[in-house]
């Protein structure tokens, strides 16, 4: 729990120093956002790792196969990138390309995630008379 407040008070020192840039050198702002995104992003990977001992912990009370805990934390893991992506790039004024960055991200999300839906949907049609 402490680890998110440390994060929330880099966000906002990151957004007060951002707003401080601004005012000098616009172009540099941007930059100063995508670096406090990064840093965030890099040290919340730190906590992957108990995300990963629950998922297990997860999938084996759920019965549900080893590969299944693989695709979701690429889900995961993918849904996140794609979703810093876009924001950076409106951060940096391309909504149009933080749009595009976003469809991407689901697109990809669901072409990974279909063999799993798939196979669930076996499962449940195997068990309904």
Do not use: N
């Not at 979701?72 to 940096?92: F, P």
């Not at 449940?124 to 008379?129: A, F, G, H, M, S």
Request: with cysteine; charged share 15%; net charge negative.
């Amino acid at each position: 729990m402490t680890a998110f407040w440390q994060w929330i008070g880099l966000a906002l020192a990151a957004a007060v120093l951002c707003m401080v840039v601004r005012a000098q050198q616009p172009q540099m702002a941007g930059l100063c956002a995508t670096a406090a995104g990064c840093i965030l992003l890099l040290s919340a990977l730190s906590h992957l790792d108990t995300l990963r001992q629950q998922l297990e912990r997860l999938m084996t009370l759920g019965g549900l196969r080893e590969d299944y805990l693989s695709v979701l934390l690429k889900v995961l893991g993918m849904s996140y990138a794609a979703e810093l992506a876009a924001q950076t790039c409106s951060d940096l004024g391309e909504d149009g390309l933080a749009a595009k960055v976003t469809l991407l991200g689901k697109l990809s999300i669901f072409v990974l995630a279909a063999p799993m839906l798939m196979s669930l949907l076996e499962m449940i049609l195997e068990l309904t008379p």
